[in-house]
């Protein structure tokens, strides 16, 4: 008898910091811990989206101006690897970029600012971050385990402020340097072999990010003011799910 494999993962942002969760690329699963003996895999992936508007008029001359794609391209890569120790206990160590964010403005707009030299800048954002998460299974039962372990994750980012939209401030810039801190993982999975079912529940908590950034807002002066600044990434509760169809 064939079967068809159906996985299925959802991912619940708590509330109160959800807004953060919109930079989150990979899910940051970790159904690697499910499969048996040692196991290794690789991902890469490339986004290239499209995403355009119009300034809505906003221009001294009273014409709007088409924003051209503003979304720039973002990619990331993912690597696992996990092992069984014996019966009982199994190692994992996974590596993602879960939170990613590009937006650059091109071409001419209210979000472009025209220098003395003619050359011209658009209003950037980027993140970028990285996650090295270190896990323990424990077979509690033949169809159950539990496993934990700590979460490294480093994050930067870099804002610019360009064209008229932003009035006085449109000469800001900020640099967050590197930032690494750490945080923790949980959860459980249950098996059902004869079924083909699995299916886990997986709790990230949130990280806590204390580092610098380096302001320049050349409106006021030339010189670049450095400020201490803090943040946290949200925590997660991702529930995967995997079974066996007849077909």
């Not at 033949?142 to 372990?149: H, Q």
């Not at 949980?186 to 004869?194: A, I, L, Q, W």
Request: glycine residues 10%.
């Amino acid at each position: 008898m064939n079967k068809l494999i159906l996985i299925t993962s959802y991912v619940f942002f708590i509330p109160s910091i959800a807004c953060a969760s919109g930079l989150d690329r990979s899910g940051q699963s970790v159904t690697e811990m499910w499969k048996d003996g040692t196991y290794a895999e690789a991902s890469y992936n490339y986004a290239r989206p499209d995403v355009r508007g119009k300034d809505k008029g906003l221009s001294t001359s009273g014409s709007s101006n088409e924003t051209g794609n503003i979304a720039g391209s973002n990619s990331g890569l993912r690597w696992a690897v996990k092992s069984d120790i014996n019966d009982r206990f199994s190692l994992g160590i996974i590596f993602d970029q879960p939170f990613n964010s590009n937006v650059q403005h091109h071409g001419k707009s209210d979000f472009i600012s025209t220098f003395a030299n003619g050359q011209t800048e658009g209003t950037k954002a980027s993140v970028e971050s990285k996650n090295f998460t270190g896990l323990l299974g424990w077979n509690v039962h033949p169809n159950m385990m539990l496993f934990g372990g700590p979460a490294l994750q480093e994050i930067e980012g870099e804002v610019k402020l360009r064209g008229q939209i932003y009035k006085a401030s449109a000469d800001y810039q900020a640099i967050l340097k590197s930032d690494k801190a750490m945080g923790w993982v949980t959860g459980m999975v249950f098996k059902k072999p004869e079924l083909g079912l699995k299916a886990g529940l997986t709790y990230r908590s949130e990280i806590n990010h204390e580092t610098h950034t380096t302001e320049s807002f050349t409106a006021i002066s030339h010189e670049k003011f450095i400020h201490p600044v803090t943040f946290t990434t949200p925590e997660s509760v991702n529930f995967d799910f995997q079974t066996g169809l007849n077909n």
